[in-house]
């Protein structure tokens, strides 16, 4: 049906462009944009931005000196890109800092054993947490599990994250990280165990955030290396009692105040109304953050930076966000719509770059039915990027959940994500894992799109609950 | 030229074969190895004991207490799977262990450095050592390099290792391994570290043996994971002084005497005449060994109890070798010659299984001209498995070495190696890396070669120098 629905779209959407042959945009807009399209292909701006950014700052965990680095770096860089206005608005939020990291099997055989403490673990005592393992396919049978079985002993969940182009796999698998901790203390567990959350089979565990709530009890919770959590099922398979012993330093650690960092190209017509673009600036620690975000953060930047430097003004404001603490807190998301809250309709379309720097494939959109012709010209500059429609029922990015759920109308340039989770949250996030080319083909998208956007004065519908 | 040569031979071969009609293999042993060869293709045993091998015994660094519990694991399968003499051959060496293992750029970007103490390092101060980091694209470069540069400074050669299916790539690149911290140290310089020699882009970095001499002076020594050497090469190019610190505990820990376990299959006719094959029981310490070298072990272990389940009791004896610390001394072939050199001439042909676990593609051999007609029929069988003839010019494996320099004549069933240097020495080498259809294979390709030498007692050259 949806697949349906989405021909109907796109035919709908072709007749319109092509019957009526009239257009929402100028001639010349349209063909400087084209021109920008395929000069984008081989600029390399985005790159040098992504190895900046990984090579002069690295790791920048939310709270941490990376973190204030990111912010300065950020700053810096939008001075440096011309970009007209530069705004640091603060994000306080709690900070959490990871700390020694050491886990292996005790009996039948001693065996080390990778791990990484999954983001708002709580610690465990200086000398670890020593027990049984009991173990799970999956959260489900976790959360059926009798207490009795649990009590005083450590609980593994060794559900396995398929890989697909969309990174759909993620949505089923990730529940295990956010839930087992919490599952686990409300059933008498002394700790808890995941095997990652990703699709490779290196011995570099994914981090990434769980569930906290003061008020709900937790144990500490660590995901092992995927060869690891093999390891670990191997042993178990043998019908023995399996003790293990992990130690996790981390911890809260008082209150932190970080930045979203933005930037503007102002608008000649309609300097108050913007088109948001971004990615988010903070990133997990063990990597240098490459793939997630400075990938996202680079690709924006540099559209913005391009559409001024050859297309020129454009007449709505272009803000390009550098978020922070997306990775455990959504904290700039929440800041942003608080301080903003009262101009959300000025804020035309929004769209976040974040999931890390494969080919874009498909366009989707969020938007007013009403509206749905402005998007044409967008799909035929697209359309030789071999990027098709998606739909008009795009969530775009984590950072855009409150203006979205403001009304704020969204779109989505959706990336090949078939080798994100081999990298994502671990140790192995580092440049190398992107081709320049690739991420050229980011920007000349995000090109296309943002400069048509910016340079209307249509809008694109706003409180989409009417709509729907 | 060397081409043209070995089609000479593969024509010489197959004309022998069919012209002649002729075989000095029984039909009806040729029958048998053919219907081993087939069910091995589809036997579990060899993945079975490199499972059993990496998940009760894991990491076996010799000297390590995995070692001796790897001698206990070999004993004990040896017996079960029936052999008739099991047999425990001391070997003795100085022990080198690894310690505590840090890196990091202090300026001027703060990052930390993933890293591992090349094998037989020296330790640093426990404060590390600090300095200049001064860069050679290769070994060669460093060593024609002024001493006046390097004086005081931490010498970082970043030549990277080129894939290949039959591994050339490494020797190319394993020099800087081997070299670099005498070169270094006979310059003047503090410390020295590589880029890991592997062709992997993970946070996991090669170890691997180094040159050492007590009476040549020598620096401490890692190897950077292949994305840290990225990043540290990429600062190098910024033209500011890089400075960096590295902390290293590895050294040298006493005498310690672990074990070649012996396996014999005995003959019927010549119990004193040996055809040698095997694999090493140590391995390095940051995986499980399971590529380099469970599976060697497992394929050779898997052969002679197929043989002898299969077929029967084999006119020559076939002795399964596990050798002691190949990885950093060699040391079990070492004593193996010692205790052996009398005996070499009942030494009939060795093989060694350890290049991981890839399909077998070729058969190489070093036996006497002479004897080339002999190996026709295993030629024959080898075929169906898509395995060529390669000449007569084998090293097979390292662990034969000083049997080779004796005079004993060699073969190699070679591995499709594309992606062993992915994991080769690093903390990925595990269980998962190994596809149990690739690893059957391999043993189907050892019944075929072990079953028929073991079954003629006709001779394949001794002291090759002669015919040469």
Same mark, same amino acid.
């Given at each position: 049906?949806?697949?349906?629905?989405?021909?109907?779209?796109?035919?709908?959407?072709?007749?319109?462009?092509?019957?009526?042959?009239?257009?929402?945009?100028?001639?010349?807009?349209?063909?400087?944009?084209?021109?920008?399209?395929?000069?984008?292909?081989?600029?390399?701006?985005?790159?040098?931005?992504?190895?900046?950014?990984?090579?002069?700052?690295?790791?920048?965990?939310?709270?941490?000196?990376?973190?204030?680095?990111?912010?300065?770096?950020?700053?810096?860089?939008?001075?440096?890109?011309?970009?007209?206005?530069?705004?640091?608005?603060?994000?306080?939020?709690?900070?959490?800092?990871?700390?020694?990291?050491?886990?292996?099997?005790?009996?039948?055989?001693?065996?080390?054993?990778?791990?990484?403490?999954?983001?708002?673990?709580?610690?465990?005592?200086?000398?670890?947490?020593?027990?049984?393992?009991?173990?799970?396919?999956?959260?489900?049978?976790?959360?059926?599990?009798?207490?009795?079985?649990?009590?005083?002993?450590?609980?593994?969940?060794?559900?396995?994250?398929?890989?697909?182009?969309?990174?759909?796999?993620?949505?089923? =698998?990730?529940?295990?990280?956010?839930?087992? /901790?919490?599952?686990?203390?409300? #059933?008498?567990? $002394? @700790?808890?165990?995941? %095997?990652?959350?990703?699709?490779?089979?290196?011995?570099?565990?994914?981090?990434?955030?769980?569930?906290?709530?003061?008020?709900?009890?937790?144990?500490?919770?660590?995901?092992?290396?995927?060869?690891?959590?093999?390891?670990?099922?191997?042993?178990?398979?043998?019908?023995?009692?399996?003790?293990?012993?992990?130690?996790?330093?981390?911890?809260?650690?008082?209150?932190?105040?970080?930045?979203?960092?933005?930037?503007?190209?102002?608008?000649?017509?309609?300097?108050?109304?913007?088109?948001?673009?971004?990615?988010?600036?903070?990133?997990?620690?063990?990597?240098?953050?490459?793939?997630?975000? =400075?990938?996202?953060?680079?690709?924006?930047? /540099?559209?913005?930076?391009?559409? #001024?430097?050859? $297309? @020129?003004?454009?007449? %709505?404001?272009?803000?390009?966000?550098?978020?922070?603490?997306?990775?455990?807190?959504?904290?700039?998301?929440?800041?942003?719509?608080?301080?903003?809250?009262?101009?959300?309709?000025?804020?035309?379309?929004?769209?976040?770059?974040?999931?890390?720097?494969?080919?874009?494939?498909?366009?989707?959109?969020?938007?007013?039915?009403?509206?749905?012709?402005?998007?044409?010209?967008?799909?035929?500059?697209?359309?030789?990027?071999?990027?098709?429609?998606?739909?008009?029922?795009?969530?775009?990015?984590?950072?855009?959940?409150?203006?979205?759920?403001?009304?704020?109308?969204?779109?989505?340039?959706?990336?090949?994500?078939?080798?994100?989770?081999?990298?994502?949250?671990?140790?192995?996030?580092?440049?190398?894992?992107?081709?320049?080319?690739?991420?050229?083909?980011?920007?000349?998208?995000?090109?296309?799109?943002?400069?048509?956007?910016?340079?209307?004065?249509?809008?694109?519908?706003?409180?989409?609950?009417?709509?729907?």
């Amino acid at each position: 049906m949806k697949k349906l629905l989405l021909i109907a779209i796109l035919i709908y959407g072709t007749a319109m462009a092509s019957d009526h042959q009239q257009s929402h945009y100028s001639p010349k807009l349209l063909s400087q944009v084209k021109q920008l399209r395929d000069y984008a292909l081989n600029d390399m701006l985005a790159y040098e931005l992504t190895e900046s950014l990984t090579t002069e700052v690295g790791a920048r965990l939310a709270g941490s000196e990376g973190d204030a680095k990111a912010v300065a770096w950020a700053k810096a860089k939008f001075n440096l890109l011309g970009f007209d206005r530069v705004t640091l608005e603060p994000v306080t939020f709690r900070r959490w800092v990871r700390g020694e990291e050491t886990a292996e099997i005790i009996s039948p055989y001693q065996q080390p054993l990778t791990i990484t403490a999954l983001g708002q673990s709580t610690p465990t005592p200086k000398e670890g947490i020593t027990g049984q393992v009991i173990h799970f396919s999956t959260l489900e049978e976790l959360k059926t599990a009798n207490p009795e079985e649990i009590k005083g002993k450590i609980t593994f969940i060794s559900n396995r994250m398929e890989r697909h182009k969309d990174g759909s796999g993620y949505g089923t =698998a990730v529940a295990a990280r956010s839930s087992a /901790a919490q599952v686990t203390a409300a #059933k008498g567990g $002394i @700790g808890t165990l995941i %095997r990652s959350i990703g699709t490779d089979n290196n011995r570099t565990p994914h981090t990434g955030v769980m569930n906290h709530d003061d008020n709900i009890s937790t144990v500490p919770a660590g995901a092992l290396s995927n060869p690891d959590a093999d390891l670990l099922v191997n042993i178990l398979k043998r019908d023995q009692a399996v003790i293990l012993r992990f130690t996790l330093g981390s911890d809260f650690d008082g209150e932190y105040t970080s930045y979203n960092v933005i930037g503007d190209m102002l608008g000649s017509e309609q300097p108050d109304e913007y088109i948001i673009i971004g990615g988010h600036l903070d990133s997990w620690d063990l990597g240098t953050g490459a793939i997630d975000d =400075a990938s996202g953060c680079a690709i924006t930047m /540099a559209t913005a930076k391009l559409i #001024k430097e050859h $297309i @020129g003004q454009p007449k %709505r404001t272009i803000r390009v966000i550098l978020w922070a603490n997306e990775e455990y807190g959504l904290s700039g998301a929440k800041a942003y719509y608080e301080a903003h809250q009262g101009e959300m309709k000025q804020h035309i379309l929004g769209g976040e770059s974040d999931f890390g720097a494969g080919n874009i494939y498909a366009f989707g959109t969020r938007i007013d039915n009403k509206a749905l012709p402005l998007i044409n010209d967008i799909l035929n500059l697209l359309k030789p990027l071999g990027i098709d429609y998606a739909g008009n029922q795009s969530f775009s990015g984590a950072d855009l959940t409150p203006l979205r759920e403001a009304g704020m109308a969204v779109f989505s340039l959706a990336q090949d994500g078939t080798e994100y989770f081999d990298y994502h949250h671990t140790a192995n996030d580092t440049l190398d894992k992107i081709d320049p080319q690739k991420l050229a083909q980011n920007v000349a998208a995000w090109v296309v799109v943002t400069a048509l956007v910016a340079n209307t004065t249509e809008n694109f519908g706003f409180n989409l609950q009417d709509s729907e």
